[in-house]
């Protein structure tokens, strides 16, 4: 497991059906390493710190078989590492692996998965298709949130190792799969929403399930 693409971007403002919006979906690759301070890198911040970023959305991952799928899914876009948003682009670090509370060590940094990313609209003016919300959903490919757990450097290249697994027995793509109603294993339900880092609105979706 490793960091194929390290990504960040600062918020700008961008016109989407008729509208100005700012927003910091936009991030691209970066050269060397960067701190992880708080809740961002050095050179990327969210746009509406009411629904992004946080310390329990301070950085998200996307894996690269994820690209392989889109790649294949749209085969006109001409992809590039951080085209999803994501601050790391992974390589072997899948959403149906990674438990809830896992820790991982990456470069002198250490982070926690927390959760999945359900995206808003932004996503689909980032490639400029209104449908692009909900294929992403459909797709059930959301990739992971982390929060920091001690601060660090972080550069492409560096291994991902993990440091402590959780004893919570649902993944991260379990949330996802429970969250559009496709997980019925009430024991996962139940430890997802003993949890503390999801948010409000995927577990009251998870209680109505």
Known sequence: MKIKALNVGLPRTVQWKGKSLQTGIFKSPVEGPLRLVGHNFQGDQQADLRVHGGA???VYAYDRAHYDFWE???PDYEFTDGNFGENLTTEGLPDE???????????????????PRFPCCKLGLRFNDPTMVKRFAKALRHGIYFRVVV????????????????????TVQDVVNAFYGLEKDKAKLAAMLNFPHLPRYVR??????
């Open 72 to 74: 294949m899914e749209l």
């Open 151 to 170: 601060e660090g450097s972080v550069q492409a290249g560096d291994a991902i190792e993990l440091l402590k697994r959780s004893d919570v027995p649902a």
């Open 56 to 58: 329990n959305k301070a």
């Open 97 to 115: 692996v990674v438990r809830l509370g896992d820790q991982f060590c990456i470069g002198s940094a250490v982070l926690m998965a927390v959760q």
């Open 204 to 209: 009251e979706a998870l209680r109505r399930k």
